[in-house]
């Protein structure tokens, strides 16, 4: 259930879209997460915990060992005993009767330890799918950079070119042409920035199953598509089902077989041993036995006890702890989805549009020589920064949904009707 939940949340974080590649292997946010599953050693690390923990159970569902024993006793000896005359000779069969339920205590201790490594694994897991999520997404966003570079250099272009024609029309002077020929280069310098950063994106998702030199792209995603949420006051009622507070049920049962066996070593074992004793010098043979108790097995026990009476103390505590640092997370994360939804949201319905506009009314009256060039390139600048600022806030919302998603395992899904296209027009 759990990682359903949150597989379907992650997927949220990044909706792809139709893309075609050529030369490049496209690799979807799914592949990714299969990937992840099927290779990551911290997963495979629990499932060896496992094997490790079957060979405990094993081991404490033993009994403990039976001793056979062979006892000479009056041999070699003085006068008459000399020699094996005297000798008397018993072969014993000995163990120990556990008591106060140690064996029972023992497998439901192990048996515990092996049910709470479903919750590990899951926790592990939704711990590396939003990881997958946010590399993913650092991709993507390194492609949606590239793209407002490349509308930059688009109107630098154009901004070159107007001015190459007024410098030869003698209406404008090299310096203009110079200037924005260098903003031109900033411009190529931004998208040549952002390719790297789609390179090392890719290497760093690419680690997360082992592979060195990654040979493929990805679906870029819509980091606009901003889906609706619920309330602060439903989401935290929702983090109580979390798997990293669902744990702790996990490590009560752990500490209450714990606190169990520790409780039953105050129940002292029966040493028991029987055997057969043969005269030597009569040739008769008769039956011998013993039992013995040790003393001061609860005195003995009580440290245990206390001991693990602590520990299960501590887990309530650091449920609690942990319970409000989630609380403090969730708080943090849709505080900062709410402010960045709405500024993306801002800048695209009203910023955007209106930057838009007066660029080309600017690009027209340069054109016919009522503005300088300054105010043309001015605008283009405020344009390009909404654009960057626009994607910022956007990314920021995502990264503060995949947190939400992980920590209630719910997920939001935007509406196609709501969402919002990531192309650099307003």
């Known amino acids: 259930m759990w990682l359903r939940l949150a597989a379907i949340a992650v997927f949220a974080a990044v909706p792809c879209v139709q893309a075609s590649a050529q030369s490049l292997e496209v690799m979807t946010l799914d592949d990714a997460f299969a990937r992840v599953a099927q290779s990551h050693p911290d997963l495979r690390l629990i499932e060896s915990q496992r094997g490790l923990l079957a060979a405990e159970s094993e081991r404490a569902a033993l009994r403990p060992p039976q001793l056979v024993g062979l006892e000479v006793e009056n041999a070699l000896g003085s006068g008459e005993a000399s020699g094996f005359g005297g000798a008397e000779i018993s072969l014993t069969l000995a163990s120990v009767l556990e008591r106060g339920g140690k064996l029972d205590a023992r497998r439901t201790l192990v048996q515990t330890r092996i049910d709470a490594l479903a919750m590990q694994r899951e926790t592990k897991r939704l711990d590396l799918l939003a990881e997958v999520a946010r590399r993913y997404l650092a991709v993507s966003a390194s492609q949606h950079q590239r793209r407002i570079a490349e509308h930059d250099i688009a ?166 702890a942990q319970g409000l640092a989630l609380y403090s997370t969730l708080a943090e994360a849709h505080g900062q989805y709410r402010v960045a939804q709405s500024e993306a949201a801002r800048l695209h319905s009203d910023v955007l549009p209106k930057l838009a506009k007066a660029e080309a009314a600017a690009e027209r009256a340069y054109r016919a020589g009522a503005i300088s060039y300054l105010e043309w390139a001015q605008l283009q600048s405020e344009r390009t920064a909404a654009l960057k600022q626009r994607l910022e806030a956007a990314l920021e919302a995502q990264r503060a949904l995949i947190e939400i998603q992980r920590l209630t395992g719910q997920a939001f899904v935007a509406e196609p009707a709501a969402s919002v296209s990531i192309g650099v027009s307003p």
């Not at 609706?228 to 702790?248: K, N, V």
């Open 155 to 320: 109107q630098r272009q154009r901004t070159v070119a107007a001015a190459q024609r007024r410098l030869a029309a003698g209406a404008s002077p090299e310096s203009v042409v110079l200037t924005a020929q260098a903003a031109l280069a900033r411009a190529e310098l931004d998208r040549e920035r952002a390719s790297q950063r789609a390179t090392a994106a890719r290497q760093h998702l690419a680690a997360l199953w082992g592979e060195r030199d990654p040979g493929f792209g990805v679906v870029a995603g819509d980091p606009l598509a901003l889906p609706a949420i619920a309330d602060f006051t439903a989401l935290s009622e929702a983090l109580a089902q979390t798997p990293e507070l669902a744990r702790f049920a996990d490590e009560r049962r752990i500490g209450e077989a714990r606190l169990q066996l520790a409780r039953s070593q105050a129940a002292p074992d029966l040493q028991w041993q029987v055997g057969v004793r043969r005269l030597q010098a009569s040739s008769d043979f008769g039956l011998v036995g013993s039992v013995s108790v040790p003393l001061g097995g609860a005195a003995r026990a009580a440290p245990e006890i206390r001991m693990a009476e602590a520990e299960l103390a501590i887990v309530e505590i650091e449920r609690e």
